[in-house]
């Protein structure tokens, strides 16, 4: 009977980890995520103002092409 209500547990349940592992567990688990996505978050950025520094470099040198 016990098998039976942790399966149908598995299928109906969507945030298993909170039912078996500890608080402990699931906080580090959640705290190393939080600090992947703004990891994540901040190399975004970076390449974002190079992306927009290159852009203006580029239409700078093609400007100053053309005025020349």
């Given at each position: 009977?016990?098998?039976?209500?942790?399966?149908?547990k598995?299928?109906?349940?969507?945030?298993?980890?909170?039912?078996y592992?500890?608080?402990?567990?699931?906080?580090?688990?959640?705290?190393?995520?939080?600090?992947?996505?703004k990891?994540?978050?901040?190399?975004?950025?970076?390449?974002?103002?190079?992306?927009?520094?290159?852009?203006?470099?580029?239409?700078?040198?093609?400007?100053?092409?053309?005025?020349?």
């Open positions: 009977m016990r098998i039976y209500k942790e399966q149908a598995d299928r109906h349940t969507t945030h298993w980890d909170m039912d592992l500890s608080r402990k567990e699931v906080e580090k688990l959640y705290t190393n995520a939080a600090q992947a996505g990891a994540r978050q901040t190399r975004r950025r970076y390449l974002a103002i190079t992306a927009v520094i290159c852009l203006l470099i580029l239409c700078a040198a093609v400007l100053f092409l053309l005025l020349r």
